[in-house]
T-cell receptor, first 115, second 112 residues
Framework: DQQVKQNSPSLSVQEGRISILNCDYT??????FLWYKKYPAEGPTFLIS?????DKNEDGRFTVFLNKSAKHLSLHIVPSQPGDSAVYFC??????????????FGKGTKLSVKP | ETGVTQSPTHLIKTRGQQVTLRCSSQ?????VSWYQQALGQGPQFIFQ???????GRGNFPPRFSGLQFPNYSSELNVNALELDDSALYLC???????????FGPGTRLTVL
């Protein structure tokens, strides 16, 4: 029973365009969400996070949107660059923020940004 | 500032053997979490250590055990290895109460 779902295993986008990666969750106790990026042979790198008290968080080219009623979040990358090509993981946490307790991860979406 | 480091990078073991994986936390971080990432899956939480005590555990059997040392480094021990234990093992460190866990590069374990 997957509590965090990333239903698109892969996404291909042209350089300069917007990349939108989606994530759905089922556990209404989740109150903190994170996005990680992972290159081959490296560990996941923290990208951006959002608390459930917000509906949007922005950091440079990266914006995360949270829709609590739909239990859905999305990561927007604008403009997309070839260096953004990686696997993106959505993760969620219940009750403890992002450092404590158990992070529940989705299966990841492989983003390919073509020049 | 030194990031999270893990050793070894790769490891090959046979079924039934025991393995110890090591992790050094990022400077200043007092909490260490371990995750297992099987091929094609997201990382799965094994357990977390804070102040040298287990501070939460995922759905893994007791043959997965850990330690945290006074310098906040950590070990993951797996006894009686099974073929399904083949995976990437990730260590993440954080500061208790902060918002983010930072991951190391992982140890790739292959069980034959």
């Amino acid at each position: 029973d997957q509590q965090v779902k990333q239903n698109s295993p892969s996404l291909s986008v042209q350089e300069g365009r917007i990349s939108i990666l989606n994530c759905d969750y089922t556990n209404s106790m989740f109150d903190y969400f994170l996005w990680y990026k992972k290159y081959p042979a490296e560990g996941p790198t923290f990208l951006i996070s959002i608390s459930s008290i917000k509906d949007k968080n922005e950091d440079g080219r990266f914006t995360v949107f949270l829709n609590k009623s739909a239990k859905h979040l999305s990561l927007h990358i604008v403009p997309s660059q070839p260096g953004d090509s990686a696997v993106y993981f959505c993760a969620a946490s219940a009750g403890y923020g992002g450092s404590q307790g158990n992070l529940i991860f989705g299966k990841g979406t492989k983003l390919s940004v073509k020049p | 500032e030194t990031g999270v480091t893990q050793s070894p990078t790769h490891l090959i073991k046979t079924r039934g053997q025991q393995v110890t994986l090591r992790c050094s936390s990022q400077s200043g971080h007092n909490t260490v979490s371990w995750y297992q990432q099987a091929l094609g899956q997201g990382p799965q939480f094994i357990f977390q250590y804070y102040r040298e005590e287990e501070n939460g555990r995922g759905n893994f059997p007791p043959r997965f055990s850990g330690l945290q040392f006074p310098n906040y480094s950590s070990e993951l021990n797996v006894n009686a290895l099974e073929l399904d234990d083949s995976a990437l093992y990730l260590c993440a460190s954080s500061l208790q109460g902060a918002d983010t866990q930072y991951f190391g590069p992982g140890t790739r374990l292959t069980v034959l």
